[in-house]
């Protein structure tokens, strides 16, 4: 089960895209679980700590194999890479169970910013199934940051990431 829990308000229709397009991508179920307030700890002076809200976001009930997927409408800090910051609109505790999604910078249009939310959600949520970037533009594994991620508004998966995901589900489900 993939718990959708949100730290800033939003529409319920935009939950309900997010929700569904992870239902779609992994086949699993999928909720809105809570709306709960943003940790004090990952609020800075400007962009919001993702490592932080994954540390101290409040409980959710779950049980081993399910995946907590955070929303927030606030930006997220870049982060530091080989080649300097990357801009972060999402984060993962890769093969773990949680990961943050931002609508930061995302479109203005209600309908175009829950359809990229959901995208991102299921970029995110890849990363928790051990899914790396993927070099097929089609893919929402494809890096955020690449031109061919913003050129594709599908929140599919490629048949290689589909395919691993369900691996990683059957042999490994914690």
């Known amino acids: 089960m993939i718990h959708v829990v949100t730290l800033e ?4 229709e935009e939950v309900d895209v997010v929700c569904h397009a992870l239902f779609a991508a992994y086949g699993v179920g ?3 679980a809570a709306a709960l307030e943003l940790p004090e700890e990952a609020r800075e002076d400007g962009p919001l700590d993702a490592v932080k809200i994954l540390s101290n ?4 009930k779950t049980f081993a194999d399910d995946k907590i997927l955070f929303l927030v409408h606030s930006p997220l800090s870049p982060r530091e890479s080989p080649v300097g910051l990357l801009p972060t609109h999402g984060y993962a505790s890769y093969s773990e169970d949680k990961a943050v999604a931002s ?3 995302l479109p203005d249009d209600p309908a175009a910013q829950a359809a990229a939310l959901a995208k991102l959600a299921v970029h995110e949520v890849g990363h928790l199934w051990d ?5 097929d533009h089609r893919c929402a594994m494809c890096p955020p940051w690449s031109v061919a991620y913003a050129r594709n508004p599908a929140a599919d998966l490629c048949s ?3 395919a691993k995901s369900e691996r990683r ?3 490994n489900p914690a």
């Open 57 to 60: 976001a409040g409980p959710v």
């Open 103 to 105: 609508a930061a910078g």
């Open 9 to 12: 308000p939003f529409e319920a």
């Open 169 to 171: 589900m059957k042999l």
């Open 131 to 135: 899914l790396h970037h993927c070099l």
């Open 160 to 162: 290689f990431c589909r």
């Open 30 to 32: 999928c909720e809105h």
